[in-house]
């Protein structure tokens, strides 16, 4: 199995800031990688995908960037909507595995 | 646009079989791929298993030897069954459908998309 790694678990910042997680697969997936962002109590959704394709009715503010086994999932003046978890996963074979998570906590 | 709405028991027994439905509305079964994922309370995502539009599926090795998934396509419905339960089976299911973009060198483009709002099943006696 590839496994994902996500880091850093948590992190927090302010309304308005930069924000950058990266995510680490334990073997070359070329670009297809996944982000999803889910909000306490739903369902995740879809953000980025091939790694850095902004999913339709996506906000720009989201970007995506990488190859190989290192991927960044960056939020440009982070909104209180933005405050989630994300996930990266693996598209590149089966199973397909998820990273554990970046949660996005309030300052 | 398509939606998905999972229904099934929220509590289990353990060693009994959970056996959970999703349904397609908005777009046509047969057109698409569709899988399971589940979410343990408090914990991340784990993929369970697909099945194609040709009938075939592939599942987690995890678990490969206790699921199964189906389709009805005269319900707009796919299915997951999971035997012989135990406690750490205890999670959110999520049904999704596999969206699925270019294949460069036989390897298609997939993501989850859109998902269901998922069913929180409990394993306890």
């Known amino acids: 199995d590839i496994q994902m790694t996500q880091s850093p678990s948590s992190l927090s910042a302010s309304a308005g800031d930069r924000v950058t997680m990266t995510c680490r697969s334990s073997q070359t997936i070329s670009n297809y990688l996944n982000w999803y962002q889910q909000r306490p109590g739903t369902a995740p959704k879809l953000l980025i995908y091939?790694?850095?394709s902004l999913q339709s009715g996506v906000p720009s503010r989201f970007s995506g960037s990488g190859s190989g086994t290192d991927f960044t999932l960056t939020i440009t003046s982070l909104q209180p909507e933005d405050f989630a978890t994300y996930y990266c996963q693996q598209s590149y074979s089966t199973p397909h595995t998820f990273g554990q998570g970046t949660k996005v906590e309030i300052k | 646009q398509v939606q998905l709405q999972e229904s099934g028991p929220g509590l289990v027994k353990p060693s009994e079989t959970l056996s959970l439905t999703c349904t397609v509305f908005g777009g046509s079964i047969s057109r698409y791929y569709w899988s399971w994922i589940r979410q343990p309370p408090g914990k991340g995502l784990d993929w369970i298993g697909n099945i194609y539009n040709s009938g075939s599926t592939k599942y987690n090795p995890s678990l490969k030897s206790r699921v199964t998934i189906s389709v009805d396509t005269s319900k707009n419905q796919f299915s997951l069954k999971l035997t012989s339960l135990t406690a750490a089976d205890t999670a959110v299911y999520y049904c999704?459908?596999?969206?699925?973009?270019?294949?460069?060198?036989?390897?298609?483009?997939?993501?989850?998309?859109?998902w269901g709002q998922g069913t929180l099943v409990t394993v306890s006696s």
């Open positions: 999704a459908r596999v969206s699925v973009g270019q294949c460069p060198n036989g390897v298609c483009y997939t993501a989850f998309d859109p």
């Open positions: 091939a790694a850095s």
